[in-house]
């Protein structure tokens, strides 16, 4: 199982970027997805995370309005648009995949619930 992020960059406050994860997952539309980020000497924390269909999508507070977290099943893929990116947003992006076949978690934005891990993509906002 592979989770590849890519589309990290350095980019400046107010502008945009779009991450986007293909996986190699027999059954994607089976796993919820999620997006984290970690910035240096900090935890990982999540950002968003979406469900098979993509109709049920969750955000931090901190990212809620200017991220959004899509996907299509087709592609295997998972994208998380960037927008008004703060130097606050600075970190290493991960993507992780949960796989849940009985519904959606209510605990998405745990770190424990996700059964695989991309290996992350920098994103670094400049002031």
């Known amino acids: 199982v592979q989770l590849q992020a890519s589309g990290g960059g350095l980019v400046q406050a107010g502008g945009s970027l779009r991450l986007s994860c293909a996986a190699s997952?027999?059954?994607?539309?089976?796993?919820?997805m999620g997006w984290f980020r970690q910035a240096p000497g900090k935890e990982r924390l999540f950002v968003a995370a979406i469900s098979w269909g993509g109709g049920s999508v969750n955000y931090a507070d901190s990212v809620k309005g200017r991220f959004t977290i899509s996907r299509d099943n087709a592609k295997k893929t998972v994208y998380l648009q960037m927008n008004s990116l703060k130097p606050e947003d600075t970190a290493v992006y991960y993507c992780?995949?949960?796989?849940?076949?009985?519904?959606?978690?209510?605990?998405?934005?745990?770190?424990?619930?996700?059964?695989?891990w991309g290996q992350g993509t920098q994103v670094t906002v400049s002031s």
């Open positions: 997952l027999r059954t994607f539309s089976n796993y919820v």
């Open positions: 992780a995949a949960d796989y849940s076949p009985q519904g959606y978690s209510d605990r998405y934005y745990a770190r424990e619930v996700y059964d695989y």
